[in-house]
């Protein structure tokens, strides 16, 4: 009788165990997410001999990645000599070791409308960036009219009536009213006007780059950050013949940028606030940053109405060496 009940009070115990169990939902099976499109230029017609214009097979490339749901547009090793292309949403251009896209020097190259004058150009797009360890290159070199030893005399497509002043030429990489870029292991070398443009983006990883201007030539600014807001360059190395790093509020104020960890050799200011400053600079961040042999260190250049606040520098080290007046550009053209 004793150990009837023993065997009823075990019985009780594991019923409720047995119940519970069966209502535990089906294990599921975590499936590995697809590797990303990866298409390339070769496919598509580009030659990369660095004579021959790639432009449209490159273009193609893209728009077929595009019209994929995006995905990464391969650039082997060559030269691909090319006019204006376009970097649309989901799409990230792989410039492979070896491999450089160079800008062509012609006023054809390039749309009617001076703003979009670029050698890589994405308007309006998300999720795009440039990465591989290659090049891109604005052959600035190609548009120097004299050599001077303080300054070069550049050519200005203001003689064609294309645009007024005297800097009319092309920039290298732009991102317009952008958001989610991200622009990482590449080199960016010899623009003709400013290197790295940004206006208008939002949410942009800048880290891990090369910049390399001729120290002669004027107005090939590093990087350019224009009404752009939450941005993060890091990990770069920038050398140019005017403003390296260079925040500005012509079309809209600029929030939350955060500069770390760069290198930076100017002829002009390393980090500079403006000129352009028509709307507020506020939550600015340097830090750990290493600036050699510039003219100037920080600037802030702000007249056109807008206000600075929230900027911090920290850990800066910073070495500057006067440079020469730059002779008027008649007496450098003689």
Same mark, same amino acid.
């Given at each position: 009788?004793?150990?009837?009940?023993?065997l009823f &009070?075990l /019985?009780?115990?594991f019923?409720?165990?047995?119940?519970?169990?069966?209502r535990l939902? =089906? =294990?599921?099976?975590?499936?590995?997410l697809p590797?990303?499109?990866?298409?390339?230029? !070769?496919?598509? #017609?580009?030659?990369?001999?660095?004579? +021959?214009?790639? /432009?449209?097979?490159?273009?193609?490339?893209?728009d077929?990645?595009?019209?994929?749901?995006?995905? +990464?547009?391969r650039?082997?090793?060559? /030269?691909?000599?090319?006019?204006?292309?376009?970097?649309?949403s989901?799409?990230?251009?792989?410039?492979?070791?070896?491999?450089k896209?160079? *800008? #062509?020097?012609?006023?054809?190259?390039?749309?009617?409308? &001076?703003?979009?004058?670029?050698?890589?150009?994405?308007?309006?797009?998300?999720?795009?960036?440039?990465?591989g360890?290659?090049?891109?290159?604005?052959h600035?070199?190609?548009?120097?009219?004299?050599?001077?030893?303080?300054k070069n005399?550049?050519v200005s497509?203001n003689?064609?009536?294309?645009?007024?002043g005297?800097?009319?030429?092309?920039?290298?990489?732009?991102?317009?009213g952008?958001?989610?870029?991200?622009?990482?292991n590449? +080199?960016?070398?010899?623009?003709?006007?400013?290197?790295?443009?940004?206006?208008?983006?939002?949410?942009?990883?800048?880290?891990?780059?090369s910049?390399?201007?001729?120290?002669?030539?004027?107005?090939?600014?590093g990087?350019d950050?224009e009404?752009?807001?939450?941005?993060?360059?890091? &990990?770069?190395? !920038?050398?140019?013949?005017?403003?390296?790093?260079?925040?500005?509020?012509?079309?809209?104020?600029?929030y939350?940028? /955060?500069v770390?960890?760069?290198?930076?050799?100017?002829?002009s200011?390393?980090?500079k606030?403006?000129?352009?400053?028509?709307y507020?600079?506020?939550?600015?961040?340097?830090?750990?940053?290493s600036?050699?042999?510039?003219?100037? #260190?920080? #600037?802030?250049?702000?007249?056109? *109405?807008?206000?600075?606040?929230?900027?911090?520098?920290?850990?800066m080290?910073?070495?500057?060496?006067?440079?020469? =007046?730059v002779p008027?550009?008649?007496?450098?053209?003689?």
């Amino acid at each position: 009788m004793k150990m009837a009940a023993t065997l009823f &009070r075990l /019985t009780l115990f594991f019923i409720p165990f047995f119940i519970v169990q069966s209502r535990l939902p =089906p =294990p599921t099976i975590q499936l590995p997410l697809p590797l990303p499109l990866l298409l390339s230029v !070769v496919d598509y #017609g580009a030659i990369g001999d660095g004579r +021959h214009y790639d /432009t449209a097979a490159i273009q193609a490339a893209i728009d077929a990645c595009h019209s994929a749901g995006g995905g +990464h547009v391969r650039f082997p090793p060559g /030269t691909y000599l090319t006019a204006t292309v376009y970097i649309k949403s989901g799409v990230y251009l792989v410039v492979e070791e070896g491999a450089k896209i160079l *800008g #062509g020097t012609k006023l054809e190259d390039y749309p009617a409308e &001076r703003r979009r004058w670029y050698v890589v150009l994405a308007e309006n797009a998300t999720d795009v960036g440039i990465t591989g360890g290659g090049v891109i290159d604005g052959h600035g070199m190609k548009f120097v009219k004299s050599f001077g030893e303080a300054k070069n005399v550049m050519v200005s497509w203001n003689e064609t009536g294309a645009c007024l002043g005297d800097e009319c030429r092309p920039r290298l990489v732009g991102f317009l009213g952008s958001r989610n870029v991200r622009v990482w292991n590449i +080199h960016l070398n010899e623009p003709a006007y400013w290197c790295l443009h940004l206006v208008g983006c939002d949410n942009t990883s800048i880290h891990d780059v090369s910049i390399y201007g001729d120290f002669n030539t004027p107005n090939n600014d590093g990087i350019d950050i224009e009404a752009s807001n939450n941005t993060v360059i890091t &990990r770069c190395n !920038v050398n140019t013949g005017d403003d390296s790093i260079c925040p500005k509020t012509t079309y809209g104020p600029l929030y939350n940028l /955060t500069v770390t960890n760069c290198w930076i050799r100017s002829r002009s200011s390393a980090i500079k606030l403006g000129s352009g400053s028509s709307y507020d600079f506020k939550g600015l961040v340097f830090d750990n940053i290493s600036i050699y042999d510039s003219h100037r #260190g920080l #600037g802030m250049q702000i007249r056109d *109405g807008g206000d600075v606040s929230d900027v911090t520098f920290s850990n800066m080290n910073i070495q500057t060496r006067y440079y020469d =007046p730059v002779p008027e550009m008649d007496t450098l053209a003689n």
